[in-house]
């Protein structure tokens, strides 16, 4: 239980970004022209932009709040919420927030369905950063300092300050959530370029995929089985709803699930697992915690506890000649 997800009102709809809310950055067929000369210690494809087109949330049509995907993202069991640079703990590229990347460049992602008519959208961080309203040269400076942090440090000496919360902030509360802003927005875009069928998810399975766009960004292609199952399912394709439709869709929904158990991610990330896994259950929002139940037995199976008193008593009678005949003179008897 205690890996629980927090509840949240996923069956309303999308809400509006207030005037003060940065939209997200939209660019799916390349990048704007006009680049300023190249930073030192950033790619060239990583060179800070003039800022980007930008789109409403408004326009996704989301059957969840972008605030309850927010709220969830920066919960421990799932990004976390460090308001300075920090390693990833797999790949100890620099992260800060909600998991935000500082150091991604923007990429061509190649859309590979021809009955999904929507497009990826793979903005660098630094446009990511501007289109949340921050300052370029900001972003360039706690690159740096980043960098010496972790010469000096070392991976595992720089996440124990992390646990010791003895890294001094190097953004607000509220600039942090300007970037988790608009990346959760890139997200929600592209979880609807890799399901054909997004409108017609649940809000749960809505939220769910957006969470695992969100954690994997392109990496997310790899999960070939995933995405299969995802999208040929005959709910999804809107075919005629057959006889017995209802236990066809419990089926193709456990079938969906079972590809991300079987995966690495779940056996690396499990108690996240658990709970992204669980949302893709047609009944997750009737009973979130009965949905999770399955998942968490499949991916963390009971383990048997044997007393140790046990243990030894059989292991002295297996060796004890005497205590064997003992017992079949008693049996005999």
């Given at each position: 239980?205690?890996?629980?997800?927090?509840?949240?009102?996923?069956?309303?709809?999308?809400?509006?970004?207030?005037?003060?809310?940065?939209?997200?950055?939209?660019?799916?067929?390349?990048?704007?022209?006009?680049?300023?000369?190249?930073?030192?210690?950033?790619?060239?494809?990583?060179?800070?932009?003039?800022?980007?087109?930008?789109?409403?949330?408004?326009?996704?049509?989301?059957?969840?709040?972008?605030?309850?995907?927010?709220?969830?993202?920066?919960?421990?069991?799932?990004?976390?919420?460090?308001?300075?640079?920090?390693?990833?703990?797999?790949?100890?590229?620099?992260?800060?927030?909600?998991?935000?990347?500082?150091?991604?460049?923007?990429?061509?992602?190649?859309?590979?369905?021809?009955?999904?008519?929507?497009?990826?959208?793979?903005?660098?961080?630094a446009q990511l950063w501007q289109a949340a309203g921050l300052d370029p040269e900001r972003l360039q400076r706690i690159l740096d300092q980043f960098d010496r942090n972790l010469k000096t440090w070392k991976k595992k000496n720089y996440r124990k300050r992390i646990r010791t919360h003895k890294l001094p902030p190097e953004l607000t509360e509220e600039e942090a959530t300007r970037l988790l802003h608009v990346s959760?927005?890139?997200?929600?875009?592209?979880?609807?370029?890799?399901?054909?069928?997004?409108?017609?998810?649940?809000?749960?399975?809505?939220?769910?995929?957006?969470?695992?766009?969100?954690?994997?960004?392109?990496?997310?292609?790899e999960f070939v089985q995933f995405l299969s199952a995802l999208n040929d399912g005959l709910i999804l394709q809107g075919a005629a709803p057959p006889e017995g439709s209802m236990e066809s869709q419990r089926e193709h929904w456990k079938a969906v699930q079972q590809t991300l158990i079987e995966s690495q991610w779940a056996k690396r990330y499990t108690r996240r697992a658990v709970a992204v896994i669980a949302m893709f259950d047609p009944n997750y929002a009737e009973d979130p915690r009965g949905a999770e139940r399955p998942v968490q037995a499949a991916l963390r199976p009971p383990v048997k506890h044997h007393q140790k008193k046990a243990r030894a008593q059989s292991v002295r009678a297996g060796n004890d000649s005497s205590g064997i005949d003992k017992a079949l003179a008693v049996t005999k008897n």
């Open positions: 239980m205690g890996q629980m997800s927090p509840s949240v009102p996923l069956e309303q709809p999308a809400q509006v970004p207030s005037s003060q809310s940065p939209p997200a950055f939209v660019a799916p067929k390349g990048l704007p022209a006009g680049n300023p000369a190249p930073s030192p210690s950033l790619p060239t494809s990583e060179v800070p932009l003039a800022p980007p087109p930008l789109v409403d949330f408004k326009d996704f049509n989301t059957k969840f709040t972008l605030e309850s995907l927010m709220s969830i993202l920066r919960d421990s069991r799932h990004e976390g919420w460090v308001l300075a640079a920090y390693p990833d703990p797999k790949t100890s590229r620099p992260l800060i927030g909600a998991g935000f990347c500082l150091d991604v460049v923007a990429r061509e992602h190649i859309r590979r369905d021809p009955l999904n008519p929507h497009t990826f959208i793979e903005p660098s961080s959760a927005i890139q997200a929600v875009h592209n979880a609807r370029a890799y399901c054909r069928g997004f409108d017609r998810l649940s809000a749960s399975q809505q939220m769910a995929l957006s969470q695992l766009v969100f954690q994997m960004g392109v990496n997310l292609e």
